[in-house]
């Protein structure tokens, strides 16, 4: 990637630097307000600012200042005037805070900056939604906003914020998507998320996709009871609706009839066996002190130059020690040979992307931070939001 170095200045130009706020200023402003909490400076600062804002829009939306008489339009009086204040509270990442908001004598002023019925500013509805994709309850965010900033807020208001952004999380589980990926992983981890009363068993499915410029696209995200064949060929089906036409490699775990269900609907796609997966799976056939031995056993095969000496590899282990001791390895392996030999036909770079998962695995680790600390997830709606909010962060996604 080409970096462009900023453009010194020219000879004799002048930088142009923001004027700073005299230190005087604010010397004299701490002078009699040293709290920095309700009451302090800051509040009473961020409360003037927002009432000269609003004040600044009642004067434009008037066209005249404050104490001026009203302005003629076309030889007629205008009817309508600044008409007093009106007392506000706002629900702020501070905490509350009292405004005054100017009012008009027709009522008919509309505010921009603080519109009408808005009780909640400055970020406090994301962080309502970071904190209920975190994995809280809606109780747990009630008394975490109350110890925290002294605001007592509704369970109905929470549920109106977590619920404000499901429009957005169909519409992004619903976009359309490049007609062609070279490489998608598909996978699935298995999560506790509360439903119907009772925590439940579900299973969060996964499709990331690596563009043609190497960024990495999450194109969706799905939570089922159970994790099979079946509903990865309705997933397929609703990619392909959505515009994808052709997957180049499908990257994916060893579940029984997961091929067929992509070729089902990509007929030319090349389907790889995730070989972090095949290797993961292997080693739950070990106790811990056979893990690292066996480990660097399997490594010497997907390390293989070529398939035939990749196979060769495979027979070695099978005939070796570990291959006597732990023959459920060596089978597993076998049983998804043909979706494992596509590997060896590219180049080291190419291999490189297919066999690193760290993105997914990124995107595991996370969910299950939450879990060791959560537990269970409190709805399908939390799990979703927490996962795409992650998937905002590490991977080229936008809603």
């Given amino acids: 990637m080409e970096v462009t170095k900023s453009k010194e200045p020219t000879q004799?130009?002048?930088?142009?630097?923001?004027p700073e706020l005299d230190s005087a200023i604010i010397d004299?402003?701490?002078?009699?307000?040293?709290?920095?909490?309700?009451?302090?400076?800051?509040e009473q600062l961020t409360k003037r600012v927002y009432e000269r804002i609003l004040g600044a829009e009642m004067t434009h939306y008037l066209g005249y200042e404050k104490g001026q008489a009203p302005q003629q339009q076309e030889g007629k009086k205008r009817d309508n005037y600044r008409n007093g204040t009106s007392k506000k509270t706002l629900l702020s990442e501070d905490g509350k805070l009292e405004i005054e908001v100017p009012r008009d004598r027709t009522g008919e002023f509309d505010p921009q900056f603080i519109r009408k019925g808005q009780r909640r500013f400055g970020g406090f509805d994301q962080k309502i939604i970071a904190m209920y994709a975190q994995g809280m309850t809606v109780r747990e965010i009630q008394r975490f906003l109350e110890e925290q900033y002294k605001v007592e807020v509704s369970a109905d208001l929470i549920s109106t914020v977590t619920d404000s952004v499901l429009e957005d999380v169909v519409e992004w589980q619903n976009r359309p998507l490049e007609s062609m990926y070279p490489v998608v992983f598909f996978d699935a981890l298995r999560v506790k998320i509360r439903d119907e009363g009772s925590v439940k068993n579900k299973v969060v499915y996964l499709a990331l996709g690596i563009q043609r410029d190497g960024t990495k696209d999450v194109l969706g995200l799905?939570?089922?009871?159970?994790?099979?064949?079946?509903?990865?060929?309705?997933v397929m089906n609703e990619l392909k609706n959505r515009g994808l036409q052709d997957i180049l490699i499908a990257v994916i775990d060893g579940l029984k009839g997961f091929p067929?269900?992509?070729t089902a609907v990509f007929p030319d796609a090349e389907i790889q066996t995730c070989i972090v997966h095949l290797i993961r799976n292997s080693l739950s056939f070990c106790n811990w002190k056979q893990r690292q031995p066996v480990a660097r056993e399997l490594k010497q095969i997907n390390e293989a130059e070529t398939a035939e000496l990749a196979a060769k590899r495979l027979e070695?282990?099978?005939?070796g020690p570990w291959g006597q001791k732990l023959p459920a390895i060596v089978q597993s392996w076998r049983r998804v040979w043909e979706?494992?030999?596509?590997f060896f036909a590219y180049p080291k770079e190419i291999r490189k992307i297919i066999y690193r998962t760290n993105a997914i695995e990124?995107?595991?680790?996370?969910?299950?931070?939450?879990l060791k600390n959560r537990g269970h997830f409190p709805s399908d709606e939390a799990a979703t939001q927490f996962a795409i909010r992650f998937g905002q962060r590490f991977f080229a996604v936008e809603i």
Wanted: glycine letters at 10%; charged letters at 30%.
């Fill in 12 to 18: 004799g130009a002048k930088e142009e630097r923001k």
């Fill in 28 to 42: 004299e402003l701490m002078k009699d307000y040293q709290r920095p909490g309700p009451g302090g400076i800051l």
């Fill in 222 to 234: 799905w939570i089922q009871q159970t994790e099979g064949a079946k509903f990865w060929l309705a």
């Fill in 260 to 262: 067929e269900a992509i």
């Fill in 316 to 319: 070695d282990f099978a005939e």
């Fill in 339 to 342: 979706q494992v030999i596509p």
């Fill in 362 to 370: 990124s995107l595991h680790m996370q969910l299950r931070k939450v």
